[in-house]
């Protein structure tokens, strides 16, 4: 009998779903297995992808052509990446585990200053620009369009800056030795809550949904698995 892809892949799928779903009963083998298998995957595909893709073109065949064409010049921006390896693996030893420190105070510092440079031009740079964007030629609208446009406007720029106010941490000493922040900022950070409050609403609204999506799309899986098993469809 020849048993074609279609079904070994569904009854991997089958397995699985039925592995994951396992967990609505309680924390079991069954269920570690999947999560442990799914983040082996994960983590096998993305240290492959860094391989072929990062190391590999930018750093192993640029120093494997130096070693032939023993051109030492075009190497001298190879020299960090090489230092930084030869720092991690000296984790491996006790004795010379603080060189590491060198490697990973740079990997965070640069993933901070990306972080926070995507955050800037990702973030509040492109919602001030909206907010702005949003008021732009109102006043050559008519009257009732104007109107609305100012309300909507003037709650999307209410949100953005009371929202930014919740997030300042800024207070002064008061007389008890006591640090509180001014009436304003408690008002405004008061306000900015609510729109945090329901923005995570919507947000796990969304996450919800596409929960209920993935199960529904699992359920019909396995009903057309079992149906193409029996040969109804």
């Given amino acids: 009998m020849i048993i074609s892809l279609d079904l070994v892949t569904g009854a991997i799928s089958l397995l699985f779903t039925v592995m994951v779903l396992s967990y609505l009963i309680g924390d079991n083998p069954l269920f570690k297995i ?17 391989i072929w893709q990062v190391l590999v073109p930018k750093l192993f065949l640029p120093t494997w052509n130096i070693v032939q064409t023993r051109d030492l010049s075009s190497g001298i921006l190879l020299v960090a990446p090489w230092l930084g390896i030869a720092f ?23 993933g901070a200053a990306v972080t926070l440079v995507g955050a800037l031009t990702g973030t509040i ?28 406007g003037g709650i999307i720029l ?23 922040r001014s009436g304003i900022v408690n008002l405004l950070a008061w306000i900015g809550s609510i729109f945090i409050g329901s923005t995570l609403g919507a947000v796990f609204a969304g996450v919800y949904a ?15 698995f079992f149906m193409s098993l029996l040969g109804i469809a």
């Fill in 88 to 110: 991690i693996l000296m984790k491996i030893s006790p004795r010379l585990a603080g060189t590491a420190r060198i490697a990973m105070a740079y990997l965070v510092g640069v």
């Fill in 34 to 50: 999947a999560v442990y298998l799914f983040v082996g995957v994960a983590s096998g595909y993305a240290a492959a992808i860094v």
């Fill in 210 to 224: 596409a929960a209920l999506t993935a199960l529904i799309e699992r359920i019909s899986s396995i009903v057309n």
């Fill in 125 to 152: 740079i492109p919602q001030v620009e909206a907010t702005a964007n949003f008021f732009d030629g109102a006043i050559f609208k008519p009257a009732a369009e104007m109107i609305e446009i100012a309300f909507s």
């Fill in 158 to 180: 209410l949100g953005t800056v009371t929202s930014l106010a919740y997030f300042h941490f800024g207070a002064r000493q008061q007389a008890d030795g006591t640090t509180r």
